[in-house]
Nanobody, 113 residues
Framework: QVQLVVPGGGWVQPGEFLRFSCEAT????????VAWYRQATGKQRELVAS??????TNYADSVKGRFNISRNLKNTAYVQMNGLKPEDTADYYC????????WGQGTQVTVSA
């Protein structure tokens, strides 16, 4: 059973940054896609960023130019979130896809002055 470990979230002021890791219990390269989703209170879950096996990345329009998804050659994916805005406040989830999707625990991000 694949497990994804994501550290605890945080509170930041607008304009600041956070970087999260997503550590898998097996090689991150074995997944066809690794992605970050988020869900804000009262809103639908949305895809924030993804990285495919070949390295192709994809971002939600709302985070383009501010967020960056990456991975190492071992077992960890990352999301760098710059220029955070109050509307980025949400619970964030790391998901790794093989034949099924494996979800890490949610981590809360709060952006407020």
């Amino acid at each position: 059973q694949v497990q994804l470990v994501v550290p605890g979230g945080g509170w930041v002021q607008p304009g600041e940054f956070l970087r999260f890791s997503c550590e898998a219990t097996e090689s991150i390269l074995r997944f066809s896609v690794v992605a970050w989703y988020r869900q804000a209170t009262g809103k639908q879950r949305e895809l924030v960023a993804s990285i495919a096996g070949g390295g192709t990345t994809n971002y939600a329009d709302s985070v383009k130019g501010r967020f960056n998804i990456s991975r190492n050659l071992k077992n960890t994916a990352y999301v760098q979130m710059n220029g955070l805005k109050p509307e980025d406040t949400a619970d964030y989830y790391c998901v790794a896809h093989q034949s099924v999707g494996y979800w890490g625990q949610g981590t809360q991000v709060t952006v407020s002055a």
